[in-house]
């Protein structure tokens, strides 16, 4: 197996956490989706990371379905369980997933030129990440917990924040959350994907 990753994307991360959570030997390969290296269009035409691709060849270019298929072959407790329990983790982890989706979207968009950004479109992604965290703060997750998806999804997108964010100040808004964040970045598999500044 390949998985095509950028140091830095949450999304890669949860998947590099997830393989080093299970035992999962995957070669990753670092990529700059940027540039629009021909090796990661050849196997996602999108040129975006995370792309898994199997030992059959086939190429899964979403975090989620990455997540998925490394959860079936993976040694040790499910990180997504099945039955009663499926579908409220699922939904928190699908929280997280839209934080990193807003966050990334305001790096991309500093990134323009001053005249070209909008001051009231980075302002609405602030405040739906703010809003966001207030729902996942009165969730009650714990680092000690067997860990699932919606763990470490949080626990990316928490990062991802304090990396690229550090002006938004979440942590006085939500401890529970902090608290959270501070232990679970303790575990091996979060140590081992710390993105680089």
Known sequence: MQLFCSVNSPYARKCRVILR??????????????ENPPELL?????????????????PLCDSTIIAEYLDARGSGARLIPEGAERLP???LAALADGVMDLAVEWVLQTRRPAEMQWPD???RRREAILRTLR??????LMA????TLAHINIGCALAYLDF???????????PALAAFLDAFSQRASM???????
């Open 21 to 34: 959570e299970h035992g999962v030997s995957c070669d990753e390969v670092m990529v700059n989706a940027l």
């Open 89 to 91: 983790l699922l939904a």
């Open 144 to 147: 000690d917990e067997a860990v």
């Open 164 to 174: 690229r964010h550090p002006t938004l100040l979440w942590r006085a808004e939500c």
């Open 42 to 58: 050849a196997v996602n035409p999108l040129g975006k990371v995370p792309v898994l691709v199997t030992d059959a060849g086939l």
């Open 135 to 140: 729902v996942l703060e009165r969730c009650g």
């Open 121 to 123: 479109w980075i302002a």
């Open 191 to 197: 140590q081992q994907t710390r993105p680089e500044a």
